[in-house]
């Protein structure tokens, strides 16, 4: 619970505006799309960071922030590959859980909070099977908006709970996560 209103005041506490417009004013741990990376890391602790999702001549790269986190167990940033300027394209900032109906009222606070922030944005939600692991599940809210730099800009939260024996085989966590991605990203995904 504490944990909670942690995370909801943190939140609260990095929106300067009340009805906000885009992602760019949105922060997870100080940060936001757009901005530069090098405000917060190393060139050298981005490199080294890099998680390896993808291969090495991939358009994009995930690095593991290796700040001081407040809210967040992991923070996970995708800039460009090449990108002198090591610009922000997501922030995905994870939190560990264990149950499925704790994470969804999490979640769902979580939720009103940025609706109460983004007046204008589209708002979807569902449960989808993760596309990669089987038996796996995804319970998603998501916010668009109409007046964004990239059409697929978004934000969203989702709970992520992972089949029990591939916790066990692979060693994977369930997890709430909020995620701020530019649409950038969501083009580079669709056409992989």
């Not at 995370?7 to 609260?12: Q, V």
């Not at 610009?87 to 009222?105: A, E, P, Q, S, Y």
């Not at 769902?108 to 993760?130: C, P, T, V, W, Y």
């Not at 966590?173 to 056409?191: E, F, K, P, R, T």
Request: hydrophobic share 35%; net charge positive; with cysteine.
């Amino acid at each position: 619970m504490k944990r909670l209103l942690l995370i909801l005041i943190l939140i609260l506490s990095y929106q300067s505006l009340v009805n906000a417009q885009g992602i760019g004013e949105f922060k997870v741990e100080g940060m936001s799309v757009g901005e530069s990376l090098l405000k917060f890391m190393s060139k050298k602790d981005i490199k080294k960071n890099d998680l390896k999702y993808y291969s090495n001549n991939s358009k994009f790269f995930t690095t593991n922030y290796n700040g001081k986190l407040n809210t967040y167990d992991v923070v996970e940033i995708m800039i460009k590959r090449n990108d002198s300027n090591y610009i922000i394209h997501t922030i995905r900032g994870g939190i560990f859980v264990k149950d499925l109906n704790k994470c969804l009222v999490k979640r769902d606070k979580m939720i009103n909070d940025i609706r109460s922030l983004f007046k204008n944005a589209i708002f979807n939600s569902g449960k989808q099977e993760h596309y990669l692991y089987p038996n796996s599940f995804q319970y998603i809210s998501q916010f668009t908006f109409d007046n964004s730099k990239h059409q697929y800009d978004n934000i969203r939260s989702e709970c992520m709970i992972f089949d029990k024996k591939l916790i066990k085989k692979k060693n994977f966590a369930n997890s709430l996560s909020l995620i701020v991605q530019s649409g950038i990203i969501v083009d580079w995904i669709d056409s992989q």
